[in-house]
């Protein structure tokens, strides 16, 4: 992969794989599904929100790199971002600045197990990396992708990859609160 942009995006997508693994690794089913307080969300709900949203992103992603390729899309970079795409991410850009509730629709059911939220959470990773490859070559600031916000919500290719690496690296922090949080109450789950 020759596109250091997308290069980075796979990187932060195993990463973020990575440090899944390290939040789950040694929990019991309790552990996973612990919460801190009762408005809160346990590690289990943090990966399955982003399991849940990542499928969606995924998909957009597909689709448009997809139709890229078929129109013929090309570019390299550096390629250069509008302000509203730099907003939007920034929205969900950690550290958090500004609590932002998540739509009902990717509200996550509690007490799911570990054995079915981590092999789903590590897929998602996976067809992540599988679409940055897939665009290399792509113009990634004129291809556009629908957002989980709104589907008439447009980013760049760039900044919706980008987007998922925010968006799953604030819930990652979110977890890791959790986690630490768990292990100060002497793991009480």
């Not at 990575?18 to 990966?47: D, K, M, V, Y």
């Not at 090309?74 to 500004?98: K, M, T, W």
């Not at 113009?139 to 990859?161: C, H, Q, Y």
Request: contains cysteine; hydrophobic residues 40%.
């Amino acid at each position: 992969m020759a596109d250091t942009e997308l290069e980075g995006y796979r990187r932060q997508f195993q990463e973020i794989r990575s440090q899944a693994a390290e939040l789950t690794a040694g929990l019991s089913e309790s552990q996973f599904n612990w919460r801190p307080g009762a408005s809160e969300w346990s590690i289990e709900e943090c990966l399955s929100h982003l399991v849940m949203v990542g499928q969606m992103q995924v998909r957009a992603i597909e689709a448009a790199v997809e139709e890229a390729h078929t129109r013929g899309i090309r570019g390299s970079g550096p390629f250069e971002y509008g302000h509203i795409d730099r907003f939007i991410v920034g929205l969900a850009e950690p550290p958090v600045r500004q609590a932002l509730p998540a739509p009902k629709r990717f509200h996550p059911l509690h007490g799911q197990p570990i054995t079915a939220i981590l092999p789903t959470f590590n897929h998602v990773q996976d067809m992540f990396v599988l679409q940055a490859e897939r665009a290399e070559g792509l113009d990634l600031a004129r291809v556009k992708v629908a957002t989980p916000i709104a589907r008439w919500l447009k980013l760049s290719l760039g900044m919706g990859f980008q987007l998922a690496t925010a968006h799953e690296r604030r819930h990652i922090e979110q977890a890791r609160r959790v986690r630490v949080k768990l292990f100060q109450s002497n793991g009480s789950a």
